[in-house]
């Protein structure tokens, strides 16, 4: 009886430990398959942008989305404060991004300019957005504290594609 005891236990320790190494295995090829799927993107960007610069691929997407998806006053009818609110990134100090957002009022000569600076050092490269129902923008969301960061003009697959550009760009700048 304890031999039999004893062969089923080590049956139940080889069968829990291929179980283990199967899903090590799996964790491994997901994480290959995100990195191949962040390599084929990087790459398309930088045909796009005639760029041979991972970075500089990627800050000319990002930009040209915020440029693209940028909060005109046109798009906010009925609003009473209707600014034009737009944004450029770049790269600071190794490690920081910087966000230069300019606000222009619709009527006369008002522009306010506010520069954010973001070490992404220690961060988790994802980025949250939320574009509710109800409104006219989606809302970035500062990685570092979960303040709102950046604000666009409502369109969910803009939103999907500037927050994907902008994971892959903090990723890239977390390099140093």
Known sequence: MGMG????????????LACCASAAS????NARLEDSEQQRYIAGLKRLYLTGDERRALLEHCNSLLGTYALRAGY???QPQRDDLSYRLSVGHPGELLAREEQRAEHGTRLAVRT???SVFG???????????????????NPADGSPWLRTVRDLKGAEE???????LV????KG
């Open 116 to 118: 954010e600076r973001l």
């Open 123 to 141: 961060l988790d490269p994802f980025i949250r957005y939320e574009c509710p129902q109800s409104g006219i923008t989606c809302t970035f969301y």
């Open 162 to 168: 500037l927050a994907k550009a902008l994971s892959f």
């Open 5 to 16: 005891l004893t062969r089923q236990l080590g049956a139940a320790m080889a069968l829990a």
């Open 26 to 29: 799996a964790a491994e090829g």
């Open 76 to 78: 906010q009818v009925g």
């Open 171 to 174: 990723r890239n700048v977390q």
